[in-house]
């Protein structure tokens, strides 16, 4: 078997469940270690427990909608570029 016919180790559900846990441990003890850090916040809903967490969470999530909605407005056809191919 060649290495390009084995299956990637992201091709096995195991090891995206893994990967899953993994980040969701990173991200609680992120979370958890907030109260031992000297935040220095300019207005009141900075100080709020898990406000940085959340405002990171909204802002990618508007990422991936903006991004979206981009694909969108700038997508081409699928034969935009054999339509340049055939005209030469």
């Not at 031992?36 to 991936?64: E, K, N, S, T």
Request: proline share 6%.
């Amino acid at each position: 078997m060649t290495p390009s016919e084995q299956p990637h180790w992201l091709d096995q559900p195991d090891n995206i469940k893994r990967l899953w846990r993994g980040f969701l441990v990173v991200l609680a003890l992120t979370l958890l270690a907030e109260p031992l850090v000297h935040l220095h916040p300019h207005f009141a809903i900075d100080a709020l427990f898990g406000f940085h967490a959340v405002y990171g969470f909204i802002a990618c999530a508007l990422m991936i909608v903006v991004a979206k909605g981009l694909g969108l407005l700038l997508k081409r056809s699928d034969r935009y570029y054999a339509k340049d191919a055939a005209d030469d």
